[in-house]
């Protein structure tokens, strides 16, 4: 099975930077999406972005675009998410994982496979 190891997150100021990184381990398909998610305690889980292995086509959420890139390295079976100018709603734990899909379109983060790492910590203060 799949299995997702998140890290990078830290405490950090507005219009700081990080990089998170998400190792898989258990990915028997390359040409898979993969996605990140973030989450607020009592909050739904929201899609951030995804990446597709085709021509590097992305989709990020409108909060974070032009903020946040993403990027993957599968040589390394590794996802990345670098994240610039953060702000205090950046705040939440962030979760990668695999997209059932092939590619970014449509409604990604609602096809998503039930592996989920604990998470890494990002929090932004004001």
């Known amino acids: 099975q799949v299995q997702v190891r998140e890290s990078g997150g830290d405490l950090v100021q507005t219009g700081e930077s990080l990089n998170l990184s998400c190792s898989f381990s258990?990915?028997?398909?390359?040409?898979?999406?993969r996605g990140w998610f973030r989450q607020v305690p009592g909050k739904e889980r929201e899609g951030v972005s995804c990446?597709?292995?085709?021509?590097?086509?992305?989709h990020y959420t409108d909060s974070v675009k032009g903020r946040f890139t993403i990027s993957r390295d599968d040589a390394k079976n590794t996802l990345y998410l670098q994240m610039d100018s953060l702000k205090p709603e950046d705040t939440a734990r962030y979760y990668c994982?695999?997209?059932?899909?092939?590619?970014?379109?449509?409604?990604?983060?609602?096809?998503?496979?039930?592996?989920w790492g604990q998470g890494t910590l990002v929090t932004v203060s004001s």
């Open positions: 994982a695999v997209v059932t899909r092939l590619d970014c379109s449509g409604s990604w983060w609602d096809h998503v496979l039930d592996a």
């Open positions: 990446i597709s292995s085709n021509y590097g086509i992305t």
């Open positions: 258990g990915v028997a398909d390359d040409g898979y999406a």
